[in-house]
């Protein structure tokens, strides 16, 4: 029997069509700090982007450091203003009563169940509850499934995620490596699930050693992998060793090496100063040339 893998949940992925509506949407209103922005000239090689060959824009949020906080990676195309949404996305879950108090004094639309909904129709789960201190108050993100037995033996038998909850009539089921952080669930859907242009991707790490194990386990499965174990350079940073698999729906699951992930993901207080230098230019319509072409 093969080790198991010692995963960590580090962030999920959105592709972003409107930076300064997202920008204030995940600092006005879910109180969330920027805590790196980097700019790129052409696509990554791990499609970080999706499938486009363009300059584009990476922005992580959160409520704390990345070391122990499930963030946000904004993703932004130039200038890719909208995308198709599919079903595959449902909501994120977070524990913050201070982020519906927050909706109510920008006006914010408050949905039925205390759903805020994002630029580009993302919606996030706000639990009326005062935001933890000592913990995360991220607590899940639930993506669709189409068949939840599938699932469950590809997260849990196969990558060796822990089923932390299993609920067969509600056909969903929750999934994590370690209790204490925010969790994956998966609720089956009725018919096929389209993740259409604006699919996500979540991003676990695991040591750097354990990744050729993972490689060769998701060979010998013939499960599918979208990107070969390569490295991955951000200028002036930390180079990072990456695989990209795909779950029975498509899902996207990008492992990374942990301990060049911990130096790439340093808070860097300054950035959300280049931030806003490019969300001027934005506005200013100094950005708008003819990139968003996909590979």
């Known amino acids: 029997m093969s080790t198991p893998i010692s995963g960590r949940a580090l962030h999920y992925v959105f592709k972003i069509g409107d930076r300064g509506s997202s920008a204030r949407f995940y600092r006005e209103i879910l109180g969330m700090k920027v805590l790196r922005h980097e700019e790129f000239t052409e696509g990554c090689d791990a499609a970080c982007n999706g499938p486009y060959a363009n300059r584009w824009s990476k922005t992580m949020v959160g409520y704390g450091p990345e070391d122990d906080h499930f963030v946000f990676e904004l993703t932004y195309n130039y200038p890719v203003k909208s995308y198709e949404k599919g079903n595959e996305f449902i909501s994120i879950t977070i524990k913050s009563r201070e ?36 913990k995360d108050p991220v607590e899940k993100v639930t993506l669709a499934c189409s068949n939840l037995q599938k699932s469950i033996d590809y997260w849990n038998g196969l990558l060796g995620l822990e089923v932390f909850a299993k609920d067969l009539k509600k056909r969903n089921a929750v999934f994590g490596f370690k209790s204490d952080e925010a969790k994956l669930e998966l609720q089956q859907i009725d018919g096929p699930i389209n993740r259409a242009k604006a699919y996500g991707r979540i991003a676990f790490s695991c040591p750097r050693d354990q990744q050729p194990t993972l490689h060769q386990k998701i060979t010998e499965a ?9 490295s991955l350079d951000t200028p002036g940073k930390a180079t990072v060793r990456v695989i990209v698999l795909a779950d029975p729906d498509g899902h996207e699951i990008c492992f990374v090496d942990d301990e060049s992930f911990r130096q790439l993901s340093e808070y860097q207080p300054d950035d959300e100063k280049i931030l806003d230098r490019f969300l001027k230019k934005d506005e200013a319509g100094q950005l708008q040339k003819p990139y968003g072409k996909e590979k």
């Open 99 to 134: 982020s519906l108090e927050r909706a109510r004094k920008n006006k914010w639309p408050i949905l039925p169940g205390n759903i805020l909904e994002a630029p580009g129709g993302f919606q996030y789960q706000i639990i009326d509850e005062p935001q933890p201190t000592d």
């Open 222 to 230: 013939n499960a599918k992998i979208l990107t070969p174990l390569m």
